[in-house]
């Protein structure tokens, strides 16, 4: 469904698991800034929601979008880790340089995600430009960040 027909913060109540012992790593993208914190700030409270302790919540930063699978990579390889949630905002520019970021991302966190047999989640909004991302960072569509973190959860109790 387009997330101009649903609001991101929305999300089924099943499958929602128990999390009180799990740990999760969060790796966000620090190019778009301003929309990756605020996608950081909706995963980490919906993490606490249901019930994951703050010291159970692993921060890493990366340089930019392009950088998450990789830092994924290595939070999976070196922590001790149930999940991982990868943020990172791209949008549109004048060249393809988007189209190449965007899909290397999404094979990069896919492979990730079959190497180490855990949930690697795509946080990444891909937009055309800023006000679409932020209408989806705590804007009129929700948080990626929530439907995210919602996303790691579920995928633990399967």
Known sequence: MATSLKNLDNHSERNITDVSKKKIGIVVAEWNYEITEVLYSGAYETLLKYGLKPENILRKNVPGTFELSLGAQWMAKKDKLDAIICL?????????H???????????????????????????????????AKD??????????IEAAATAIKMLGF
């Open 136 to 145: 989806r960072a705590g804007g009129k569509h929700g948080n990626k960040g």
């Open 88 to 96: 990172g905002c791209v949008i549109q520019g004048e060249t393809r």
């Open 98 to 132: 988007f189209d190449f970021i965007c899909q290397a991302v999404a094979i990069g966190l896919t492979e990730v995600n079959l190497k180490f047999n855990k949930p690697v989640v795509f946080g990444v909004l891909t937009t055309d430009n800023l006000e679409q």
